[in-house]
């Protein structure tokens, strides 16, 4: 088996204080080798969110550990965990926080821009990745004109495009 991409050990998140502290995660335990698909489920407010937060690098646990192709995110700056996302992460938010004065293609592309990743390759790239979501035919489109199984799919293509 090949060394996890994704590993966090001995994780738990506690929000909030006093009357209002909730302990969101306890004692995670997760590895996830490159190709591997893994479901996370379980009913609202069981900590799901928290978890993906964590392990993107947007929240950091209250106790133990994450690592991220090989790179502990203990105590790592908010530049490095930013670079850390760049790189090895990709995201589609449930919400799709496309940019709406982008077009589809432009949207996707942001997403290797920030990798600073530019010209007809990217563009190359974009096309591809839209066409295998099946949507080569919506790259001009504004999201306001998009249905929202195309805005979720835009979403994907963006958070793949860089291939995390």
């Known amino acids: 088996m090949s060394a996890p991409i994704i590993e966090a050990r001995n994780v738990s998140k506690t929000l909030g ?61 908010a530049e490095r965990l930013a670079e850390i996302r760049r790189r090895h992460i990709g995201f589609a938010f449930q919400s799709f926080h496309l940019f709406p004065t982008l077009t589809a293609a432009e949207n996707v592309r942001l997403a290797l821009d920030v990798r600073d990743e530019h010209g007809a390759k990217v563009r190359a790239k974009t096309r591809e990745v839209l066409a295998s979501l099946g949507l080569a035919h919506k790259s001009a489109a504004f999201p306001r004109d998009l249905s929202g199984g195309e805005q979720q799919r835009i979403a ?7 291939e995390p």
């Open 17 to 77: 204080s006093g009357a209002g502290r909730v302990q969101a995660l306890r004692s995670v335990d997760l590895s996830l080798a490159s190709g591997e698909l893994a479901v996370l489920m379980g009913p609202s407010g069981s900590g799901k969110t928290t978890l993906l937060s964590i392990l993107g690098c947007l929240l950091a646990p209250t106790e133990g550990s994450v690592r991220i192709c090989g790179i502990a995110t203990a105590g790592a700056t």
């Open 156 to 162: 994907i293509a963006r958070a793949i495009a860089a």
